[in-house]
């Protein structure tokens, strides 16, 4: 077992469009059972971008706003902050931490997107600290 992201990504990327409403987004992330979606580059929106759970806690719920009025591009973060594959879990820990996020896209060198790590995979990545990563059944 390596510490290097690729070894603990996910390599599933799920993406929806900007100018879907936060519904369907919600729809989406329910029945695939995720947290976050990447939002697809458009015309409008030469970046791609995330919405998370949290931004629709926050932006969606806290703010009594309607899911089925709103649209992705208006609650999604955008520029993306990534990580390379070959970085190590330490440096993807650091970064998710000082930038406060807790799902971050792993962006291949062609610049496409090739999987996501969220914080949920880092308690698989805790677990095998404290094994010193010989139990691989932990996957």
Known sequence: MQDLVKDWMMDLVVY?????????A??????????????NKSQDNPEFGIITSTDICDKIVAQEQNPAQTKVRD???SP??????????????????KHHIH????MGENGQLVGMISATDFLVVAEALGHGFEDQVLR
């Open 16 to 24: 929806i469009e900007p100018d879907k409403t936060v519904l369907e």
């Open 75 to 77: 609650v999604m973060t």
């Open 103 to 106: 799902h971050m896209p792993v």
């Open 26 to 39: 919600l729809s989406i992330m329910r029945r695939r059972y995720l947290n976050s979606l990447i939002v």
């Open 80 to 97: 993306l902050v990534t990580v390379n594959p070959e970085q190590t879990i330490y440096d993807c820990a650091k970064t998710m931490s």
